[in-house]
């Protein structure tokens, strides 16, 4: 038995509106897959662990392998973060260093020499803008990461 012309339309319509429906759920699964990834990495990230740990870490974040853009802008934005975040506590760490050896060649205690004393300020800023650099990124980082879990949900 042959199907009348419009029967036969008819389906060749719903065939054609059907691949994009699946490749669409194909895609919300990438992104939610993606989005998983990304948070369980960004999670086990600890702002408070050593150094070497947290680089390690953020190695680990910057190296996933994203194809959704919404899920990379939020992973770089928080390597961002921890990046900003331990630069500001190694440039904290070298200015405090410049200071106690500034002080121990003072044995007098006398006044600090004044190119040390611009050299240590120096450091202490550049620590005060990475710091203010990383507040800033993390507070994005957050609120994406944060949209992220509500889309797709933790598991």
Known sequence: MRLPAC?????????CLAGPVLASCD???????????????????????????RERK???LEQLTLSEQVVRA???????????????????DTASSQLDKAIAGQPDGGALKPVDTLRIRAGIEQ???????????????ETQARSLSLRFGAR
């Open 127 to 141: 620590a005060a803008s990475s710091v203010a650099d990383a507040r800033t990124r993390f507070e994005k980082c």
């Open 27 to 53: 895609r919300d699964e990438r992104v939610r897959a993606e989005a998983h990834t990304f948070l369980a990495v960004y999670k086990a990230t600890d702002h408070r662990a050593p150094i070497p740990e």
């Open 7 to 15: 029967p036969k339309l008819l389906i060749l319509c719903v065939l």
């Open 74 to 92: 939020a992973r770089d934005e928080c390597v961002g973060a921890h990046r900003a975040l331990v630069r500001a506590e190694l440039e904290n």
């Open 58 to 60: 953020i190695g680990q």
